[in-house]
Nanobody, 114 residues
Framework: QVQLVESGGGLVQPGGSLRLSCAASLSIFSIYRMGWYRQAPGKQRELVAT???????NYADSVKGRFTVSRDNANKMVYLQMNSLKPEDTAVYYCNAQYVTEYWGKGTLVTVSS
């Protein structure tokens, strides 16, 4: 059974940083496009960042220059480094894996507040 398990969420002050991690139990992790999505209260889930099997990253305009996605194929991990956090970044962050089939984690809550 495929599992994506996120960790690293929490409460942080505006301007602070957090690093999210996603551990994937995918048999061939390296072929998957991995991504981070988020859903704020009362809003639809939206793309934050993706990273291809080859390491090419793509970001939502709202996080460009502040967030960095990376992956460790040997350890089947994907990360999201979030800097200069803003209150509008508050959301549940979900890990996503896509290759023919799509998988989702259960999410980790990030709250940006003073």
């Amino acid at each position: 059974q495929v599992q994506l398990v996120e960790s690293g969420g929490g409460l942080v002050q505006p301007g602070g940083s957090l690093r999210l991690s996603c551990a994937a139990s995918l048999s061939i992790f390296s072929i998957y496009r991995m991504g981070w999505y988020r859903q704020a209260p009362g809003k639809q889930r939206e793309l934050v960042a993706t990273i291809t099997s080859g390491g090419s990253a793509n970001y939502a305009d709202s996080v460009k220059g502040r967030f960095t996605v990376s992956r460790d194929n040997a350890n089947k991990m994907v990360y999201l480094q979030m800097n200069s956090l803003k209150p509008e970044d508050t959301a549940v962050y979900y890990c996503n894996a896509q290759y023919v089939t799509e998988y989702w984690g259960k999410g980790t809550l990030v709250t940006v507040s003073s």
